[in-house]
């Protein structure tokens, strides 16, 4: 397990390195991209530890607030999402939606959401990404509790204060806790997937537009050995792809990447793995995957159930 964390770990850094920087076309070994040797170690993975404590909340929130009423024919995540905060070791600033029908008699779905490089603790450069997912009057995310968290700075060791905004906000609200959710996009996707190495049973499913999250090992024929340790508690999870051949914004061979990732995961036992591929979006799919009458991706994240710990 320690090896492969470690590989997780150091393909994660080079990989989110690469994006931050211009993109250029990498090697590849029979068309999969090629990562660079060790360069660092990743914090300890596996079952959350009793060091967090209880969930960091800061500053009190009446638990008996919603949001305001909105037009879902024309969703305004300004009026619609509350901004709050926690402070302490796991700082974090965020906006949260609480359907106004929420009485607290009803457990409802938790969706916690990741988004790209908008970082910064204004609660507000990181929204605009949230308005695909209120895309349609029929989305379920109208009748969900919603949480958009703002990275400070980077994604990057951002895993503990996740799991302490997701023990806070599910500890506040009457949460079902066989539908916790996590939809990453962009760089997000990489939090995302270390959060989910780290902390197995705390997500019920998850969605990764544009970027599989998924780190490979030091070439393509390495993908399976990466994940060969993969711990048991996650390999039922269900997760979905969501990725446009036009994008090569990480890549020139971004799409061979993701397929092959999703291959590996089926090799490795992952049960319940689906990848959907548009075009004419390139990395702007984050905005696209969902539209006014096309929801299928997002029925398909609040069918899912697996309990969570």
């Known amino acids: 397990m320690k090896k492969l964390i470690l590989i997780l ?14 993109p250029t076309p990498s090697q590849t070994v029979e068309g999969l991209p090629t990562a660079g040797p060790p360069t660092a170690s990743l914090p300890t993975a596996g079952p959350p530890t009793a060091s967090l404590g209880s969930p960091t909340a800061g500053p009190t929130y009446d638990p008996n607030q919603t949001s305001p009423s909105v037009d879902k024919n ?3 995540w300004n009026k619609a999402f509350l901004k709050r905060e926690i402070v302490g070791e796991n700082a974090l600033v965020y906006r949260i939606y609480i359907p106004q029908s929420y009485t607290g008699d009803q457990a409802l779905p938790v969706v916690f959401c990741l988004g790209s490089n908008n970082y910064g603790t204004d609660g507000n450069s990181h929204m605009e990404q949230t308005k695909v997912l209120f895309c349609d009057e029929n989305s379920p995310f109208f009748d969900s509790i919603v949480v958009v968290p703002q990275a400070p700075a980077t994604w990057n060791n951002m895993e503990d204060s996740l799991k302490n905004l997701i023990d806070t906000v599910t500890s506040m609200y009457n949460a079902d806790d066989e539908r916790i959710y996590l939809v990453s996009s962009g760089m997000g996707c990489f939090a995302g997937w270390k959060l989910l190495v780290k902390y197995p049973t ?24 990466v994940l060969d340790e993969v711990q048991d508690e996650l390999i039922d999870i269900p997760l979905y792809f969501v990725h446009d051949t036009d994008d090569t914004s990480m890549d020139a061979s971004y799409s061979k990447y993701s397929q092959s990732i999703v291959k590996a995961l089926a090799v490795e036992g992952f049960t ?10 390139g990395k702007d799919i984050i905005n696209h995957f969902a539209s006014k009458g096309n929801i299928e991706v ?12």
């Open 74 to 76: 024309s969703f305004d």
């Open 202 to 225: 705390l997500i019920s499913s998850a969605l990764f537009v544009h970027g599989p999250g998924v780190p490979v090992g030091s070439d393509g024929k390495n993908i399976v050995g």
């Open 272 to 281: 319940n793995v689906t990848m959907k591929e548009t075009s004419g979006h």
């Open 9 to 22: 770990t150091t393909v994660i850094l080079i990989i989110m390195s690469a994006c931050s920087a211009d």
């Open 298 to 309: 997002l029925n398909w994240l609040f069918a899912q159930r697996r309990i969570t710990k």
